[in-house]
């Protein structure tokens, strides 16, 4: 049997054997190296499909652990033994390494939100809790540095100051840098709520939870901010009272933007303020900047633009 033809059976029956044993996340990609003039095959697992949703291109590159133990010599057709040993070995050292992470990063996040509670204590203004925000070492080992231009923050830190919010919401909270700060300036009895995608940041609600001073809540959502379950949770948490503050900063496409205002501004008191990050326009694809134009013909709004990204639009609803 020639090389190729031997490379699709083999791609063909290990696609099967994968399905068969429900390793629904891995594609196997076969690929042949006869340049020595002996058949190689590597097997690469591209964790192509996770949960149904494609992942980015960099997951797709074979890890150096893979390569190393897919290589395999002179034609041998017991691959698919290997393939299985493979897996086995793939997902017992994956076991053994989330383990390991899960307790170093518990132990870890605990200990970040300790040290960030004492240096918090010495905050005596706005300026103070800022530099404490964007000091990458004010959580360590994690940094809670907040995604905005450093004098556009401050000057709707400002604003919320003087209102002292009692009911906050942010939508996109990623490091929890500005969920700090929102904190640091709403009432000593605030109610903060935030709003992220499942997964990539559950580890870091203790260190979000460490951001309540005096009687403070933190309460974490997690879901996309608009499927309609996560807005349930947002009210069940609310539990009938009206937001103060809402800060829309998630998903920044046109259609995110707009639902997330669509969805969440009913929540919000008359009177009371939403904010928009990024109503400048980028050259990275974010369209909060489209959405953005269409509301300030409607609300009385403010532009706070210091640089030549970023940009902070509020709305006085
Ligand atoms: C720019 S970051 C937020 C930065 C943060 N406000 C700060 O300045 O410290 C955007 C966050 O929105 C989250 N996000 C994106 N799309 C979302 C969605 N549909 N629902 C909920 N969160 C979303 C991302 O996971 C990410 O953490």
Redesign the pocket.
């Known amino acids: 049997m020639k090389c190729r033809e031997q490379i699709e059976r083999l791609t063909f029956m290990f696609k099967i054997n994968v399905l068969r044993h429900r390793f629904e996340y891995l594609i196997p990609v076969l690929q042949a190296n006869t340049s020595d003039g002996k058949a190689h095959y590597k097997i690469f697992f591209a964790q192509r499909f996770c949960k149904g949703k494609s992942v980015p291109q960099q997951s797709l590159n074979p890890t150096k652990s893979a390569v190393r133990h897919c290589v395999m010599k002179n034609g041998n057709m017991r691959i698919l033994d290997v393939a299985k040993k493979i897996v086995l070995h793939r997902s017992q050292s994956n076991a053994a390494h989330s383990l390991w992470t899960l307790l170093i990063t518990k132990i870890s996040v605990r200990f970040a939100a300790v040290k960030l509670k004492h240096e918090m204590s010495r905050c005596k203004s706005i300026e103070d809790c800022v530099n404490l925000a964007f000091d990458p070492f004010s959580a360590f080992p994690f940094s809670i540095t907040?995604?905005?231009v450093r004098e556009e923050i401050i000057e709707l830190l400002e604003i919320l100051v003087r209102r002292r919010p009692k009911f906050v919401l942010?939508?996109?909270?990623?490091?929890?840098?500005?969920?700090f700060l929102f904190a640091r300036v709403s009432s000593p009895d605030a109610m903060v709520v935030s709003?992220?995608?499942p997964g990539?940041?559950d580890w870091r609600i203790p260190l979000y939870k460490s951001f309540a001073t005096q009687n403070q809540r933190v309460n974490v959502v997690h879901?996309?901010?608009?499927d309609f379950s996560t807005l349930k949770m947002v009210e069940q948490v609310l539990a009938g009272r009206k937001l103060d503050f809402l800060?829309v900063?998630?998903?920044h496409s046109y259609k995110?933007v707009k639902a997330d205002f669509e969805m969440y501004a009913p929540l919000v008191k008359k009177g009371g303020i939403v904010a928009f990050?990024g109503i400048v326009k980028p050259d990275n694809g974010c369209q909060v900047d489209k959405f953005w134009n269409e509301i300030k013909k409607v609300y009385s709004c403010v532009e706070v633009v210091r640089d030549t990204w970023a940009g902070i639009g509020i709305v006085y609803l």
């Open positions: 907040p995604q905005q942010e939508v996109g909270t990623h490091r929890g840098g500005t969920l709003v992220d995608l990539v940041y879901g996309d901010s608009y800060f900063d998630g998903d995110g990050h």
